[in-house]
């Protein structure tokens, strides 16, 4: 896929993974729309980089403002990329310290958006994609975001690595039922990357993180995330694969 001159939407656009794949896909020429929290910095990203992008406020778990939102893509032309970065994790015991079971409602939430909130992503990309004529043999690209932690889910992390790696699960099927559209799906499962999340860490503790990364040795650049998106819709015989991203670190339970 050419980049230069199509319409990408990129979900949780307006900082991290998100923000640094906008950036890649508007310097390769694409009218980018980021999609993101109305409470979030869109806007003021959009206005940093350039004409080329637009930000549309939509809550992905809602379908109403997401379908507006891709809506609002496709008035720069046929939606043809979808990166979706939306999704948030959440800290949950299966027993707590008291002898209590693990809470329930912070686990549907982390499912309710990373998990539905890709699904939603997906059929609501696609549906608009598969409208279009192809080009070069292909309508659209969608790249999912998914975690090392669907395969090295850390203790703690039981809503969000179940989530992550409902993700990859659907990759390769979602990939096969929209390969009649000529739609590709990949989904990139990043590691530690220097998000503004671990920006707020003490020094000490982000230390121990990059002595755990193998090579190189240091947290993951966002931008490199953003790179590979692009690599991906570019290339076209990616398909149904997850790729990690990690600096071929393997998660400790803790």
């Known amino acids: 896929m050419r980049l230069e001159g199509i319409s990408a939407a990129v979900t949780g656009g307006a900082s991290g ?3 640094a794949t906008a950036r890649k896909l508007v310097k390769a020429g694409a009218a980018v729309t980021i999609i993101d929290l109305p409470t979030s910095q869109g806007a003021e990203v959009a206005s940093e980089l350039g004409e080329s992008a637009r930000f549309e406020a939509a809550d992905i778990t809602d379908v109403e403002q997401f379908e507006a939102a891709l809506d609002a893509a496709e008035e720069a032309g046929p939606l043809r990329a979808l990166v979706h970065c939306a999704g948030r994790g959440a800290r949950i015991r299966l027993v707590e310290k008291d002898g209590r079971p693990g809470a329930l409602e912070p686990f549907e939430d982390v499912i309710q958006l990373n998990l539905i909130g890709s699904y939603n992503a ?14 070069d043999d292909e309508r659209g690209a969608i790249v999912l975001t998914a975690s090392v932690a669907a395969f090295e889910g850390q203790i703690g992390q039981i809503a969000y690595t179940a989530s992550k790696a409902g993700i990859v699960g659907m990759t390769l099927c979602a990939a096969r039922d929209l390969a009649s559209k000529a739609i590709r799906v990949c989904t990139i499962a990043p ?19 990059e002595d755990s990364v193998p090579s ?16 991906i819709l570019e290339n076209p015989y990616l398909n149904g694969e997850t790729i990690r991203l990690d600096g071929a670190i393997r998660m400790a339970p803790r």
């Open 122 to 135: 997906l059929r609501l990309g696609a549906a608009r994609m598969a409208k279009h004529d192809a080009v």
């Open 191 to 209: 590691g530690i990357m220097d998000t503004p999340l671990l920006g707020r860490l003490r020094e000490d503790v982000r230390k121990s993180l």
């Open 17 to 19: 993974l998100g923000l």
């Open 216 to 231: 190189p040795k240091r947290l993951g650049d966002p931008a490199e995330f953003g790179a590979l998106a692009c690599n």
